[in-house]
């Protein structure tokens, strides 16, 4: 089990970092080279971005307000490469702020969900509708007493707004076109083919559902199982790994160096306080950047001093940019750093390995003829302390922090069949062709970005990496930035 402190580290690893760094200019990653957007959709090479990022423009990439057309590069292929299966997963979407900061008034929005308030969409009406429905579910404990829709005219803590579920619905009806054509999931299909998972939080549980309703509109309540992850890790049953700790409290102490080293950052803080007549520790531990944040997301002025004792005054938008720049320098000195990298290796390993187990076992009941049984789609709904980790496990650092409702999505493909003449090598061949992955973060493919594919010859007629790459990566290679061979030597070798 994952002990007390590991938990208390993670909190305060965000709230040291003052949570979120939102990926750059319209939510990408990384940025499309402009001749690939007028050709055959079946591969993108992306360009890493390079330009220093604007702290204001990063923040309103981070509110991924559903405002734009989306441009989403899932279920593209070669020609007559079949899909064996997708797995999904996502961050929640747009949520109402964890910290209050003293002295101010708390940003008014509305958490009931209404299709006359915006952000709105098309699905939002049957949607909600559905969801009252969802006692004919299965919930493992304690989805089970989770509220499936936001209901709060007065938004509690943490609690996902309506712009939130609108992120998802959005996303997963970007992904029901995307893999239509490709007909996944048969009309009648399983329970065992769909797996849900989420933790017990009401703002993960939400946005799953509502990701889950733009994929598979109206679906079969009866053959959903709701299954819960008391882990943000989604960890399982392999959640216990002193070395990860460890890696996290390095790491948190880098995050504390840094930060109070940077002079302008301090004295922002220490304006801030007097404006609101705070101590300064008091307003640090209010973390001011989550409720900025959410004023700016929703387009509500900055908070003001409230009385008692402050000057009167109202915190600005060039103090938000300090902050929000201390941010950005903080990941560029993580990634040169390397220590949240081993942290993440061997916090998502886990998730990792049941991913690539799930393929394998997709992959033999395709290799001999079945219908596929096993779980053909799965989402995940997690936090951002968990796809952080994940994208840095893929060695994917030139992906900024998972804004609101971010995804990450793994591709199982088969090739065609082989011609006669050809034999199949060991390993890497399956009844009817060849076995690929493609992963892809908020619509783009960065597959050739990871860790384990970046190496792989890309070539025209072959724009996706061959699955042995993910399985000797997740099995062995990822553990030697630890310098280990396997997840147990990682997690329990003494430090020496």
């Known amino acids: 089990m994952v002990s007390a402190a590991d938990a208390h580290l993670l909190l305060v690893l965000v709230s040291v970092n003052l949570i979120p760094i939102a990926s750059i200019l319209e939510e990408r990653p990384f940025q499309v080279a402009p001749a690939a957007l007028g050709k055959s959709r079946k591969r993108v090479f992306p360009v890493p971005r390079t330009e220093e990022p604007n702290p204001i423009s990063e923040a309103y990439s981070y509110c991924n307000t559903p405002n734009r057309t989306e441009q989403a590069w899932e279920g ?18 747009d949520r109402y702020p964890l910290y209050y900061i003293p002295k101010t008034t708390r940003p008014a929005i509305d958490c009931t969900l209404s299709t006359s308030r915006k952000p709105s969409h098309p699905l939002l009406n049957a949607f909600i509708r559905h969801m009252g429905q969802g006692g004919s579910g299965h919930w493992e404990a304690p989805l089970g007493s989770v509220p499936r829709l936001p209901n709060h005219s007065a938004c509690e803590t943490g609690e996902l707004t309506q712009t939130g579920v609108v992120q998802h619905l959005r996303n997963g009806q970007l992904l029901h076109e995307a893999y239509e054509r490709h007909k996944l999931l048969p009309a ?8 849900v998972e989420t933790t017990g939080k009401s703002r993960t549980l939400q946005s799953g559902l509502a990701f889950l309703y733009g994929l598979l509109p109206d679906f079969d309540w009866t053959r959903v199982t709701a299954r819960h992850q008391w882990s943000t890790l989604f960890c399982g049953g392999a959640c216990d790994c002193p070395a990860r700790n460890r890696h996290l409290e390095e790491e948190q102490r880098r995050q504390y160096r840094l930060r109070v080293s940077d002079t302008e950052l301090e004295k922002t803080y220490a304006d801030m306080a007097r404006t609101l007549g705070l101590l300064t520790r008091q307003l640090r531990a209010a973390n001011p950047i989550d409720s900025l944040l959410c004023h700016l997301c929703h387009g509500i002025a900055f908070p003001c001093a409230g009385g008692g004792g402050g000057g009167g005054g109202c915190l600005t938008m060039a103090q938000f940019a300090v902050i929000r720049r201390q941010q950005l320098d903080d990941e ?12 993440a290796v061997l916090a998502m390993h886990p998730y990792l390995n049941r991913t690539a187990a799930k393929m394998e076992r997709v992959a033999k009941d395709s290799e001999a003829g079945r219908q596929r049984r096993e779980e053909v789609f799965s989402l995940s709904s997690a936090h951002d302390v968990t796809v952080a980790p994940l994208l840095s496990a893929l060695g994917l650092e030139g992906a900024r922090f998972p804004r609101f409702a971010a995804r990450v999505v793994f591709e199982l493909w088969k090739s065609p069949p082989p011609p006669p003449k050809k034999k199949a090598g060991k390993g890497e061949k399956a009844s009817g062709g060849e076995l690929f992955v493609r992963v892809l973060y908020n619509g783009e493919d960065v597959t050739f970005h990871t860790s384990f594919c970046r190496s ?5 007629d072959q724009p996706l990496c061959p699955l042995r790459n993910f399985l000797s990566f997740v099995r062995r290679d990822m553990f030697a ?16």
């Open 481 to 496: 930035v630890v310098n280990a061979t396997s997840y147990q030597e990682a997690c329990y070798r003494r430090p020496g």
């Open 456 to 460: 792989h010859e890309r070539r025209a």
């Open 188 to 195: 009648d299909w399983s329970p065992r083919q769909v797996w």
């Open 76 to 93: 593209h292929s070669p020609a007559d490469y079949k899909l064996l299966s997708v797995q999904v997963m996502i961050r929640h979407g």
């Open 332 to 343: 560029a000195d993580r990634r040169r750093a390397g220590l949240y990298r081993k942290y």
